[in-house]
Each structure stands twice: as structure tokens, then as C-alpha cells.
């Protein structure tokens, strides 16, 4: 029998991307409210909360998916 080795990321490195995506959408979506912004605003909408929050989601998710890329589970 050949020695097969399973090299599996660890579940950091999933929820790096994960969080790399939902960030840009949430980023992305707070780019459209700042271009074209809604007819009812929030109490905080002049602070554009998902431009904030959606930027700060892609910084932590390239921090999660940078410092696991190379680990693997044995």
C-alpha cells in the first residue's frame, strides 16, 4: 500500500475567505449606499457603517488567511 498523506487546511484558512468575501460584499454594498444613498437614513448613516464595517471584515480575514496558508493538518 502507497503512503497517501491528506494535506487539509486548517479551518482558519476557510474562514479567512470567508470572511474576505462577505467583508467585500458588505464594503461593496456600502460604496453603493454612499454613491446612491436611501431615501429613509439611520440615526448613524452619515458615518457609513458598512463601508467601516465591511473594510475591517476584509482586514481580518486577509490576517486569518495569511498567517494559515501554509499549515496543514496532519
Do not use: R
Request: glycine content about 10%; overall charge positive; cysteine-free.
Amino acid at each position: 500500500m502507497a503512503n497517501k498523506t491528506s494535506e487539509l487546511k486548517t479551518i482558519w484558512y476557510f474562514v479567512g475567505i470567508i470572511l474576505i468575501i462577505m467583508g467585500g460584499l458588505v464594503f461593496l454594498s456600502g460604496i453603493v449606499q454612499l454613491v446612491a444613498p436611501p431615501l429613509t437614513k439611520t440615526i448613524l448613516s452619515e458615518l457609513y457603517p458598512a463601508i467601516w464595517w465591511g473594510g475591517l471584515m476584509m482586514i481580518v480575514g486577509l490576517i486569518y488567511f495569511l498567517t494559515n496558508k501554509n499549515k496543514i493538518v496532519d
